[in-house]
């Protein structure tokens, strides 16, 4: 979901300090204190979230990927 206000934000420091650094971008999209996709409410996980992508959900996303390379690695 769009955030206008991060967005201005992000426009506001890129006009006072110039370029911004893709990890600058990053840390504000992310971990801004009010806005930030981690900071700000709402659900982070789940059908109305994110997909589940951890090793730490099911063992499958992390043998899934070793087999992957496995195979090619063998070929």
């Known amino acids: ?3 206008p206000q991060l967005v201005a934000a992000i ?3 890129i006009a ?3 370029p911004m650094p893709f990890a600058r971008f990053m840390e504000l999209a992310l971990y801004h204190p009010e806005l930030g996709y981690y ?3 709402g659900e ?3 059908w109305k979230g ?6 730490s959900v ?4 992390r043998e899934w990927p070793a ?3 496995a195979f090619y690695a063998c070929s």
């Not at 994110?50 to 090793?55: L, P």
């Not at 099911?58 to 996303?61: E, G, R």
Request: aromatic share 10%; glycine share 10%.
């Open 50 to 55: 994110d997909f589940y992508t951890s090793a």
């Open 67 to 69: 087999m992957g390379i």
């Open 1 to 3: 979901m769009p955030k």
């Open 39 to 41: 900071s700000s409410p």
């Open 11 to 13: 426009k506001n420091e």
């Open 44 to 46: 982070k996980i789940g």
């Open 16 to 18: 006072q300090a110039g």
């Open 58 to 61: 099911h063992c499958i996303f």
